[in-house]
């Protein structure tokens, strides 16, 4: 059965420091994986996608990897802001048969980032 | 661009009523997906759409849910009738292409069931 866990499952940390969240998939045959923001009370917004041949993808202030071989992915945020508290969400996408995709979706990191 | 805009915001019945939600993707875009997030946890895909034709249902309990997109475009996500366990956020995601391609997702329709 295809998983996806997050670590840790809750994080509090201080405005301007960093901080590291990580995803351990055991999709397959892999396809992609995603990281998306959940902001309280909104839905979820898409901050990098990677495929298979790529170990590392930027978005501002967040950088993932992947390492395909462990199926681990982390998300990392430099000089966190107030805005940044929000849950994040691993999800990875595996092939069907036919073309298709499905996606399993992590059960996300609450981050809360405070002054 | 507009994105993804769903309808009601929030709704509150009591158990063996029934609730419809609505959804309108961006558009052109051929793929629209529900799902259900439980408090705490991931989103679960419920139903996925290509065009007005169904892709996935696997995980949508039939015996009180059901959904349509009879045009293509908007759909309608029903529970009839509604349990304590349904409670939860509804949100609805649309992708141009296949699932493959990045999902938009919409605010999201919480319902509390009492």
């Known amino acids: 059965k295809n998983q996806v866990e997050q670590s840790p499952q809750s994080l509090i940390i201080l405005e301007g420091k960093n901080c590291t969240l990580q995803?351990?998939?055991?999709?397959?045959?892999?396809?992609?994986l995603r990281w998306y923001k959940q902001d309280t009370g909104r839905g979820p917004v898409s901050l990098t996608i990677?495929?298979?041949?790529?170990n590392t993808k930027s978005n501002g202030r967040y950088t993932a990897t992947l390492d395909a071989d462990t199926k681990q992915s982390s998300l990392h945020i430099t000089a966190s802001q107030l805005s940044d508290s929000a849950s994040y969400i691993c999800?990875?996408?595996?092939?069907?048969?036919?073309?298709?995709?499905?996606?399993?979706f992590g059960t996300g990191t609450q981050l809360k980032v405070e002054l | 661009e507009a994105g993804v805009a769903q309808s009601p915001r929030y709704k509150i019945i009591e158990k063996r009523q029934s609730v419809a939600f609505w959804c309108n993707p961006i558009?052109?875009?051929?793929?629209l997906y529900w799902y259900q997030q439980i408090l705490g946890q991931g989103p679960k895909l419920l139903i996925q759409?290509?065009?007005?034709?169904?892709?996935?249902d696997s995980q949508l309990p039939k015996d009180r849910f059901s959904a349509e997109r009879l045009k293509g475009v908007d759909s309608t996500l029903k529970i009839q009738p509604a349990k304590l366990e349904d409670s939860a956020v509804y949100l609805c995601?649309?992708?141009?292409?296949?699932?493959?391609?990045?999902?938009?997702f919409g605010p999201g329709t919480r319902l509390l069931v009492l």
């Open positions: 995601a649309s992708s141009l292409g296949n699932s493959r391609e990045t999902q938009y």
């Open positions: 995803c351990n998939y055991t999709v397959s045959p892999f396809s992609n």
């Open positions: 990677m495929t298979f041949s790529e």
């Open positions: 999800v990875v996408s595996d092939i069907l048969t036919g073309g298709g995709n499905k996606l399993t």
């Open positions: 558009s052109g875009h051929a793929t």
């Open positions: 759409f290509q065009n007005n034709g169904v892709v996935d």
